[in-house]
């Protein structure tokens, strides 16, 4: 099956510095990637949807300007973390959907970042 | 607007059989989606319904009526390793998936 890999896997930060979280698809190309926000005993949180070669979509409530999305390639979107909080830490993942599989492919999940800002 | 609902929590017990119950209001329909997380875990895909019936896939089953808004994902000969929570998702009208808040799952010996 599809793989999505994230790197890097957890990260601990000082508060106030940034942190780059890369997803990859590894053997399919992926017009849109999706980065999800999960809290510890919570459903998934669709923070932002990356396109390829155009801005990202950003749901209500989540700051562009905080966290950067770029989706440069077929097979890499990156998220960026600035001035990172206390209150940002929570493990990220991105999903990638087939360009194959048009709009309706099942997302691929990568296996998430743990996210720890002290 | 898009609901889904499913239960909180539900324990089995190891080798029993077990239906999660999933209901949803979307103003189209584009299939429904169930996952499985462990905890930690991104989720990994278990099942696709876009007609109605239900679709076997070794243990798991995965039933959808769409004049009822209502899927269930069946899960028989339960294993320790089953334990995790299971969500279900819908595409909406832009292909995104909402999802529902998840059913975390006890198995007990």
């Known amino acids: 099956g599809a793989v999505v890999s994230q790197h890097p896997s957890w990260v601990i930060c000082k508060s106030g510095t940034s942190v780059k979280i890369e997803c990859r698809s590894l053997?399919?190309?992926?017009?849109?990637m999706f980065w999800y926000r999960q809290f510890p005993k919570q459903s998934l949180m669709l923070m932002a949807t990356?396109?390829?070669?155009?801005?990202?979509?950003?749901e209500q409530g989540v700051e562009k300007d905080k966290f950067l999305i770029n989706h440069a390639s077929l097979t890499l979107s990156t998220l960026t973390v600035t001035s990172a909080h206390p209150e940002d830490s929570s493990f990220y993942i991105c999903?990638?959907?087939?360009?194959?599989?048009?709009?309706?492919?099942?997302?691929?999940f990568g296996p998430g970042t743990r996210l720890t800002v002290t | 607007g898009q609901n889904i609902d499913q239960p909180t929590e539900m324990t089995a017990t190891e080798g029993a059989i077990v239906q999660i119950n999933c209901t949803y209001q979307?103003?189209?329909?584009?299939?429904l989606f169930w996952y499985q997380q462990h905890a930690g875990e991104a989720p990994t895909f278990l099942s696709y319904?876009?007609l109605d019936g239900l679709e076997e896939k070794g243990r798991f089953s995965s039933f959808l009526s769409r004049s009822k808004g209502y899927s269930y994902l069946l899960l028989k000969e339960l294993q320790m390793k089953d334990s995790a929570s299971y969500l279900c998702?819908?595409?909406?009208?832009?292909?995104?998936?909402?999802w529902g808040a998840g059913t975390k799952l006890i198995i007990k010996p």
């Open positions: 999903s990638a959907r087939d360009l194959l599989a048009g709009d309706m492919g099942e997302q691929y």
């Open positions: 053997d399919f190309q992926a017009t849109t």
């Open positions: 990356s396109n390829e070669g155009s801005k990202a979509t950003y």
């Open positions: 979307t103003s189209g329909f584009n299939g």
């Open positions: 319904n876009v």
């Open positions: 998702a819908v595409p909406d009208s832009n292909y995104q998936l909402i």
